[in-house]
């Protein structure tokens, strides 16, 4: 019999994360299973420690609890296997590594291999993306409505009515590998580590985790109607035949700075009032 221990996010995929974790318990049938709340239980190293060296730990939840677990055993050698277990909306990090929501997934392998982010003068590491732009402000404005009320978040309404009517453009500063250039009216600005974000977008269709790059995509030089127009397309990664206000950076150290605060997102957590980001791997 093996022994598995299951932290697990019970806010995720809109607070169904405890019972998309008990799922285990049918598919690691026979198995000695230990639910751990990771809300309520945040030293994860005591929790490491605790294991024995044939034990099992799996992280149950979304993205942001996949990067809040490798955000917090950053610099910790973990001997002991770990899976991804999804359990929550978005599932940006299986469509990255082309696994269907329902799978294990072993994750030690991503460990040490991550770009690092720093904003406003703290390190994170993430695991999908950064987001800059239209897709902070979207994360900014579910977590408000989140406290509002237990219903869904429908960030595609949010997205077209910030493109509408909220959300208003910056110009942007972007430097990549040591060559800067400026952007006016710009709509997103992520840089990406996988390939997929935000539930499914595709801003950098050509972005390939294990060869050592980052991708920055910049939307600018559009009025509202345009940027409405042209964004369904990156859902599908097709946004990038419009080059006059597409254009994508590769390589190893990113900054981005924008003329006015703005929401930023990390793997789908909000950071709010943010006026600039680095990304180095």
Not at 180 to 186: L, M, P
Request: hydrophobic share 35%.
């Amino acid at each position: 019999m093996q022994h598995y221990t299951i932290l697990y996010n019970p806010l995720s995929d809109n607070g169904q994360g405890e019972a998309h974790a008990k799922v285990l318990t049918g598919l690691l049938e026979g198995n000695d299973l230990r639910f751990v709340d990771v809300t309520k239980n945040t030293d994860i190293k005591t929790i490491i420690d605790s294991l024995q060296a044939d034990d099992k730990l799996v992280i149950s939840g979304g993205d942001g609890t996949l990067n809040r677990f490798l955000n917090d055993t950053d610099g910790l050698e973990i001997k002991n296997e770990v899976f991804f277990f999804s359990a929550g909306t978005g599932n940006d990090f299986l469509s990255s590594v082309g696994v269907e929501k329902g799978n294990l997934v072993p994750i030690n392998r991503f460990f040490g291999k991550l770009p690092t982010v720093t904003v406003n003068g703290k390190d994170y590491k993430f695991i999908n993306g950064v987001g800059y732009g239209i897709d902070g402000y979207c994360c900014e404005v579910g977590d408000e409505l989140r406290e509002k009320s237990d219903k869904p978040i429908n960030y595609t309404s949010i997205a077209i009515k910030g493109l509408l009517f909220h959300f208003k453009p910056v110009n942007a500063t972007v430097t990549v590998d040591g060559k800067t250039e400026k952007f006016r009216n710009v709509w997103l600005a992520p840089t990406m580590f996988g390939r997929f974000y935000g539930g499914g977008m595709i801003p950098t269709p050509d972005q390939n985790r294990e060869d050592g790059t980052v991708s920055t995509m910049v939307y600018h030089n559009c009025g509202k109607l345009k940027a409405l127009t042209v964004f369904p397309n990156i859902f599908k990664g097709e946004h990038v035949k419009e080059e006059k206000i597409v254009k994508i950076f590769k390589g190893h150290s990113v900054t981005v700075e924008f003329d006015r605060p703005t929401a930023l997102q990390i793997d789908g957590e909000t950071i709010k009032n943010v006026t600039s980001y680095s990304v180095n791997i």
